[in-house]
């Protein structure tokens, strides 16, 4: 049965989110490689979000990471609204609270951010990664405190970028397209990274304003670190359920995004997901958003379209499609 066929006998009525072990995706044995493809393409096709253990970022980043986090965000607003995205070329920098609202007819997102994009830990003048970023050029920003942030932060960013050029052979071979089919459209690969406070959310359940509003993801995947002990993302499946899906020791989440949705022509699913944090105590949270090189065509593959199964888009830049997503969600 061709990919095609068998996106269209899927329900997506998911109770909950697999777990998949990436302890050998890189195996010399391509029948291991294949095999763990499969649990992907699965897990792709019916839910749209799976956790993976063994993923290769040290303990100790993670907590370094969180660490300076929890210092920026106590500093004074003021200080912190220096570095207002509004004010730097392509939503770097830092969010503030309630300034992004992802969901049309909510009042806003309770959360706060700092974003960033690639960036060498040893900083250069002129970063030939970033030469065909076009609409999403634009050089990163770094708060004078807390000391160590931008160390912190980038060890952390490097370490979540080499899982998404883990996974990328592994979507090819889900996709049964040869296992190096990304490669030339991931050179220099988007990876545009939020750190997330979310404060306690009061009020009630169905007010408009929650830590993030119900969405889907714009670049190809989402590798998410999420702080223990603490729930908050919620996955909505066919039946219109929210599932949980609660921070796992040791793992991340990873979730499809639009582009890969419009790439796999709706095969594997952009699933709309929100965070609530109803726990009286802050949160917080690691997107690292992982997508192709900015000036690539998104467009369906060949094996992802049939004559019962028509391309359901046209072709768009990954650079320009994620520049108008933002727009729409900060303006």
């Not at 010399?28 to 019916?46: F, T």
Request: with cysteine; glycine share 6%.
């Amino acid at each position: 049965m061709s990919l095609a066929e068998s996106a269209s006998v899927i329900d997506g009525a998911f109770q909950d989110i697999p777990i998949i072990d990436l302890s050998r995706a890189t195996s010399p044995d391509v029948n291991e490689r294949k095999g763990l493809a499969y649990q992907i393409r699965d897990a792709c096709m019916n839910v749209g979000f799976f956790y993976v253990k063994n993923h290769g970022i040290p303990s100790e980043y993670i907590v370094n990471i969180l660490e300076v986090n929890k210092e920026y965000f106590k500093l004074p607003t003021e200080e912190k609204l220096k570095l207002n995205h509004k004010t730097v070329a392509n939503f770097k920098g830092y969010t503030p609270l309630l300034d992004a609202n992802i969901e049309p007819g909510n009042r806003g997102d309770l959360h706060e951010a700092f974003q960033i994009g690639w960036e060498e830990l040893e900083a250069k003048a002129h970063d030939e990664k970033r030469a065909n970023d076009g609409a999403m050029a634009g050089a990163n920003v770094w708060p004078e405190r807390p000391e160590g942030y931008r160390e912190g932060v980038l060890k952390y960013y490097h370490a979540a970028v080499a899982v998404g050029k883990i996974l990328f052979p592994l979507f090819a071979l889900s996709l049964d397209l040869p296992e190096r089919y990304f490669d030339d459209k991931t050179k220099n690969s988007a990876a545009i990274m939020n750190t997330l406070h979310y404060p306690p959310q009061t009020g009630p359940a169905d007010d408009r304003i929650v830590g993030i509003g119900a969405h889907t993801d714009f670049e190809c995947f989402t590798i998410l670190w999420q702080q223990p002990g603490i729930q908050a993302l919620q996955v909505l499946n066919s039946q219109k359920q929210w599932i949980e899906a609660p921070p796992i020791d040791g793992t991340l989440v990873i979730n499809l995004g639009d582009q890969f949705a419009r790439w796999t022509n709706d095969i594997f699913k952009s699933t709309v997901h929100r965070a609530v944090n109803r726990n009286g105590v802050d949160r917080y949270s690691i997107p690292l958003f992982f997508g192709t090189d900015y000036d690539v065509n998104i467009e369906p593959i060949a094996s992802c379209v049939s004559a019962e199964r028509p391309a359901r888009y046209g072709p768009v830049s990954a650079g320009e499609y994620v520049n108008q997503r933002l727009k729409e969600m900060y303006y």
